[in-house]
């Protein structure tokens, strides 16, 4: 075992990776600035959780072989799990249950279909922490700042923190912070090149309020998506509702480039009635506001190039958003940090079964947490750019997304062996080089 591993946020990244370094590591300490609630409810640290986070099935499987017991607990505090029809877009087209394609065809999603997880972020977060909590190697200290790193011979071999102004010391530092992240700075500190970003500027804002409504049964399915008008002058807006566990409907409205959602809630329904179905209006008329409409603004998707660095330092690998954050219209970025938290342990049993020390470990995860983020980069650039103003680094994936062009194709046309190639690689359940694999295998 390996002595000591200090991670800094415990947002969905830092958790989870707690779980994965308390089997590699003796002590494994979590620090997070926030004051943490006691139940689950919204915290300033995580500023997004106001707003819809459905988890794709590929981030659920990886929590559940985690935290085997977690989705009973998610169940048990009434977090709803989406059946193949309670879960749907609302496009000008009609309505369509596989969200993977975008496409305005109702195609269903076939039985047996992995479902969507939908509850508030508090919820989920809070069910995950109470399980890291009792770890008996992982401590967990919050309402401490990370202020700096240590640095020794270049490498990092610890944390400073506030407000105590101590010094800790780790043989390993994870970097969960989030999308405020200070690894740039301490790479700077280092005097050692920075990575290249890569962005896609979509200007894209949320707008969120929570209502009760006066009759529950007016909605029984779990959620869906008003997607934008395809002409007209609303074709930026978008909304959804969902059925939370309390059950109260989060309305959560969308607006890109300038035509962002208002949060004065009058603005809120105005825009609620410009999209191009009535479901949310329809449903609001009796339901009783809750929670006062908040705005997030997402000026860009980011994605730093950490796998190409040729140098980095021992002792330090940032995961999650604080390697990439991409639009959340897509639902992506939980499953996106859990999936690098696989690669993580991925990483780290490969070293144990060598025997070999963590040295170089940043050369493995780097690129495999980039592996990560392809194909939700894709995914969400293939979207993003059919809008006119977006503008960014359109990726340079023209393979994947011929691929991904041929099988959507094919899956229109009733193959469901196609079909369950996109659908997976959008619910996050396997990578784009995992995809190409299945995909070269089918063929031969
Ligand atoms: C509006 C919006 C809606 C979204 N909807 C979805 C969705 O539907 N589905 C989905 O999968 N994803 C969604 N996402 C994305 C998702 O929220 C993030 O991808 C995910 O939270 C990333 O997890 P993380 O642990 O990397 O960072 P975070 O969850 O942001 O956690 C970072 C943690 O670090 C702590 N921290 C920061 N700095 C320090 C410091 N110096 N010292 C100590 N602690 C520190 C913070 O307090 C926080 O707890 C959405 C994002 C936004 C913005």
Avoid at 119 to 143: D, T, W
Avoid at 277 to 306: H, M, N, W
Wanted: charged share 25%; hydrophobic share 40%; aromatic share 6%.
């Amino acid at each position: 075992m390996l002595e000591k591993a200090i991670i800094v946020g415990g947002g969905i990244a830092g958790l989870a990776t707690a779980r994965v370094l308390s089997d590699h590591f003796d002590s494994v300490l979590l620090l997070d600035a926030d004051v943490m609630p006691p139940v689950a409810d919204l915290r300033t640290g995580v500023p997004q959780g106001s707003h819809i986070h459905v988890l794709l099935p590929g981030g659920m499987e990886i929590l559940s072989r985690l935290f085997p017991t977690l989705e009973e607990q998610l169940d048990a505090h009434g977090g709803l799990s989406a059946g193949p029809s309670e879960w749907y877009g609302l496009t000008s087209h009609g309505k369509t249950y596989r969200l993977s394609r975008f496409q305005p065809t109702p195609l269903e999603r076939p039985a047996g279909a992995p479902s969507n997880r939908v509850q508030s972020r508090a919820l989920l977060e809070h069910c995950i922490r109470a399980q890291v909590e009792a770890l008996p190697n992982v401590e967990c200290r919050y309402e401490t700042r990370v202020t700096g790193p240590l640095l020794e011979d270049g490498a990092v071999t610890g944390v400073c923190i506030a407000p105590d102004d101590l010094e800790l010391n780790a043989d390993l530092v994870i970097d969960a912070s989030g999308r405020v992240s200070q690894t740039l700075a301490w790479l700077d500190a280092l005097g050692l090149a920075r990575p290249r970003e890569e962005a896609i500027h979509c200007d894209f804002a949320y707008c969120s309020a929570t209502f009760q409504p006066r009759t529950p049964e007016a909605f029984t399915d779990v959620g869906f998506l008003i997607s934008s008008a395809r002409k007209g002058p609303y074709t930026k807006r978008a909304g959804s509702l969902a059925r939370m566990e309390n059950g109260e409907w989060l309305v959560t409205l969308a607006g890109r480039l300038g035509d962002h959602p208002p949060k004065d809630i009058e603005g809120f329904h105005a825009h609620v009635d410009t999209l191009h179905d009535p479901k949310i209006t329809d449903l609001l008329k009796e339901a009783v506001l809750v929670r006062a409409p908040r705005q997030y603004l997402f000026p860009k998707s980011l994605r730093r190039r950490y796998d190409q660095l040729t140098a980095f330092p021992e002792g330090l690998l940032p995961i999650g958003d604080a390697v990439c954050h991409i639009n959340p219209g897509y639902s992506q970025g939980m499953s996106l940090a859990l999936r690098q938290v696989e690669a993580l342990e991925q990483a780290l049993v490969q070293r144990k079964s060598q025997k070999a020390s963590l040295q170089k470990i940043w050369k493995d995860f780097l690129p495999a947490a980039h592996e990560q983020t392809r194909a939700p980069w894709v995914f969400a650039a293939l979207q993003d750019f059919t809008k006119e103003g977006t503008t960014g680094d359109f990726p340079d994936e023209e393979h994947a997304i011929t691929q991904i062009k041929r099988l959507s194709r094919r899956a229109d046309k009733g193959d469901d062996e196609a079909a369950a190639l996109v659908d997976g690689l959008f619910d996050m359940q396997f990578s784009l080089s995992t995809l190409d694999e299945k995909d070269t295998a089918a063929q031969t």
